[in-house]
């Protein structure tokens, strides 16, 4: 089992910037690769970014890329996103996930999920 606990979330304003933190704890020796996805109300799990632990080679959505950058820390176990210029549309609860090698953009090949965390910007 891993275990996710994010944190850093909150309320910016359009234009504004956020860094959530993602700390592993468990097996986190059987997880391959950490990731972000992001939740809006109504709307499907989305992907966001993942990075992995090996080589550090890192993947971005479209709707973040030059905005977000993910960054880890192996020795501490703990995942960064970096979110920059933010708008009203990047709103949603933010959730740090673990996964193996066949990780994807898709939230369903994903094994592992934190408990989330709110990030509200405002226009």
């Known amino acids: 089992q891993v275990q996710l606990v994010e944190s850093g979330g909150g309320l910016v304003q359009a234009g504004g910037s956020l860094r959530l933190s993602c700390a592993a704890s468990g097996r986190t020796s059987s997880s391959y690769a950490m990731g972000w996805f992001r939740q809006a109300p109504g709307k499907e799990r989305e992907f966001v970014t993942f990075?992995?632990?090996?080589?550090?080679?890192?993947y971005y959505a479209d709707s973040v890329k030059g905005r977000v950058t993910i960054s880890r820390d192996n020795v501490n176990n703990t995942v960064y996103l970096q979110m920059n210029s933010l708008k009203p549309e990047d709103t949603a609860v933010y959730y740090c996930?673990?996964?193996?090698?066949?990780?994807?953009?898709?939230?369903?090949?994903?094994?592992?999920w934190g408990q989330g965390t709110q990030v509200t910007v405002s226009s």
């Open positions: 990075i992995r632990w090996s080589g550090g080679s890192t």
């Open positions: 996930a673990a996964g193996g090698i066949f990780s994807s953009t898709s939230y369903r090949s994903w094994n592992y």
